[in-house]
C-alpha cells in the first residue's frame, strides 16, 4: 500500500486551515452582529425606561393638576353654597315669620311668591351640589326603614292640589304588593318622585297625571304617565344628560336647568334601581323609577313617636337652649323660628362666648353655627366635650346649624363633637324635629339627666379646659 503524499496532506491541512479560518471569520460578523444588537436592545431598554419614567411623570403631573382641579372645585363649591345659603336662610326664615304675621290676602300672596323664588334658588343650588357628588363620586345613599306607600302619598299631596288648579286630574294606584316598609334612603327617593310629579304636572296642560306604585322581581316600581306634549324620538338620547333639556324651548317656556333628570337616574341606579322613560301610545310620557326593595329593619323604639310629637317635647319644658350665631339676622330668624315652642333661649355672637355660658350653666341643647369669628363652632364643641370629660358631666346635644352643607363638611363634623346637621336656610319644621330628637331621651323618666337641673357648681367654668389647647 502506498502511503499519502506529503502534498495532498498539505492540500487538506490548507482547506482545514481556511474553513476554519472561515467559520471564525463568520462567528467574529455573527457575534459583532450580536452585540451590535444587544447594544441596541439595551438602547432601546434605555430609551423605553427613560420613556416610561418621563411618562409617568407627566401622568402624576396630570393627576396632581386633577386633584388640585378637583379641590379647588369642591371649595368653590363649598364657598358658592355656603355664600348663597346664609342670605336664603334670612330670606326665607323671615319670609316664614311674616307670612304668619296676620297679612291680608295681597300681601301673603306676595310673600308666598317671595318664598317660591327663594325656594327655587335654593332648589337650583342643591340640584348643583348633588351633580357635583356624582361626579365626585362621593354621593351617599342612605339605608333607612320607611313606610313605602306613606313616602308616595305624602308627595301626591303635594302636587295633587297644583295639578287640579290646572284643570288636570291626578290619580294614585299603590297596588299591594307595594304596601310596606322597605329599606333604602326615603330622601333621595322622595327626591326622584318629587322631581317626576314636578315634571308631569309642569309640562301637562290638559288631561291628566296617573302613578302607579308596585313591587316585581325584588324591584320598587314607581311609573309616572302623563298626558302632556311627551318627548320627541330624536332628542330622547339627551333626556337624562346633564344641562340638556328635550328642547331648547323648554327651558324658554318653562325654565330649569336640565339637571333634575339626570341627577334623579344616578340616585335610582345607586338605590339598586333605575330611571327609564317610555313614551305613551297616544301622546304623552311615562317614566319608570325602580330601586332595590329590602326589606325595613324596624326602626329603634321611641323613634317614631318622637318624630311624630316633636312639637309636643319642644313644648313640654321651657328647655334650655343655647344658640351660637354671629349673623345678626340668623338670629332674629331663629327667635322668630322657635318662639311658639316656650323655649329659654339664649344667644351668643361667637363659639367662645358659647363655651363660656355653657360652662357657667349647662344648657339642655346647643345650636351651634360653624364659620364664627374669635372662635369656630367646632373648636367651641371641642371645649365643651373636653370640659364634660373632666368633671364627668352627661353630653349636651350640639346641633350645627350651618350653611356649609357638603358631604364632607357634615362627615366631619360628626367626628369632632357635633351629634346631628341641619342645613341653612333651615326649615323649621326640619329644625324642630332634630331638636326633638335630641331631647327625647331627656323625657324618658323623671331621673333623666338635665341640663338645667345640673349642679352649677359642677358645671363651673374651668380655666385649664378653656385655656389648655387655646396655646
Not at 343655647?322 to 349673623?327: G, Q
Request: proline letters at 4%; hydrophobic letters at 40%; glycine letters at 6%.
Amino acid at each position: 500500500m502506498t502511503p499519502p503524499s506529503d502534498k495532498v496532506s498539505r492540500q487538506r491541512y490548507e482547506r482545514e486551515r481556511l474553513a476554519r479560518k472561515e467559520v471564525e471569520s463568520l462567528l467574529e460578523v455573527k457575534s459583532r452582529a450580536l452585540y451590535q444588537a444587544n447594544e441596541e436592545l439595551r438602547a432601546q431598554a434605555r430609551h423605553l425606561e427613560e420613556e416610561v419614567r418621563r411618562r409617568t411623570a407627566d401622568l402624576e403631573a396630570a393627576k396632581t393638576l386633577a386633584e388640585h382641579a378637583s379641590e379647588a372645585k369642591s371649595s368653590f363649591l363649598a364657598m358658592i353654597s355656603h355664600e348663597i345659603r346664609t342670605p336664603l336662610n334670612g330670606l326665607l326664615g323671615m319670609g316664614a315669620a311674616l307670612s304668619e304675621s296676620g297679612l291680608n290676602d295681597e300681601q301673603a300672596e306676595m310673600v308666598s311668591l317671595m318664598q317660591s323664588s327663594g325656594d327655587m334658588l335654593l332648589s337650583l343650588l342643591n340640584d348643583i351640589l348633588d351633580l357635583s357628588k356624582i361626579e365626585a363620586r362621593q354621593m351617599e345613599i342612605e339605608s333607612i326603614g320607611f313606610d313605602l306607600p306613606a313616602l308616595v302619598e305624602e308627595q301626591c299631596q303635594m302636587y295633587a292640589p297644583r295639578a287640579r288648579e290646572k284643570g288636570l286630574s291626578f290619580a294614585l294606584h299603590i297596588e299591594d304588593s307595594a304596601r310596606r316598609h322597605i329599606q333604602s334612603d326615603p330622601t333621595r327617593l322622595r327626591q326622584v318622585i318629587s322631581n317626576l310629579f314636578s315634571n308631569a304636572t309642569k309640562f301637562t296642560t290638559s288631561g291628566g297625571i296617573e302613578v302607579r306604585l308596585w313591587v316585581e322581581d325584588g324591584q320598587v316600581r314607581c311609573r309616572v304617565s302623563d298626558t302632556g306634549p311627551g318627548v320627541d324620538p330624536s332628542r330622547q338620547d339627551s333626556l337624562f344628560k346633564a344641562f340638556s333639556q328635550a328642547e331648547s324651548s323648554i327651558t324658554r317656556r318653562f325654565g330649569g336647568t336640565g339637571l333634575g333628570l339626570a341627577i334623579s337616574r344616578e340616585m335610582c341606579r345607586l338605590m339598586g334601581g333605575d330611571l327609564v322613560y317610555d313614551a305613551r301610545e297616544g301622546g304623552g310620557s311615562e317614566f319608570v323609577a325602580s330601586i332595590a326593595a329590602r326589606e325595613a329593619v324596624s326602626p329603634p323604639d321611641g323613634h317614631d313617636s318622637a318624630d311624630a310629637d316633636y312639637e309636643m317635647i319642644l313644648v313640654s319644658q321651657p328647655w334650655r337652649v343655647l344658640a351660637a350665631e354671629d349673623n345678626m339676622t340668623n338670629q332674629q330668624v331663629l327667635r322668630l323660628m322657635l318662639r311658639r315652642y316656650g323655649l329659654d333661649m339664649v344667644m351668643v355672637n361667637d363659639g367662645a362666648a358659647a363655651v363660656a355660658a355653657h360652662c357657667s350653666n349647662p344648657f339642655d341643647l346647643i345650636l351651634m353655627d360653624v364659620n364664627m369669628p374669635e372662635m369656630n363652632g367646632l373648636e367651641a364643641a371641642s371645649y365643651i366635650r373636653q370640659f364634660e370629660i373632666a368633671r364627668d358631666l352627661p353630653r349636651v346635644p350640639i346641633i350645627a346649624l350651618t350653611a356649609n352643607a357638603m358631604t364632607h363638611q357634615v362627615q366631619d363634623y360628626l367626628r369632632q363633637g357635633i351629634d346631628a346637621h341641619v342645613a341653612k336656610p333651615v326649615r323649621r319644621e326640619v329644625l324642630a324635629r332634630a331638636m326633638a330628637g335630641m331631647l327625647a331621651p331627656l323625657c324618658q323618666g323623671p331621673e333623666a339627666p338635665s341640663g338645667a337641673a345640673a349642679d352649677q357648681a359642677e358645671c363651673a367654668p374651668s380655666a385649664s379646659v378653656l385655656t389648655k389647647d387655646s396655646t
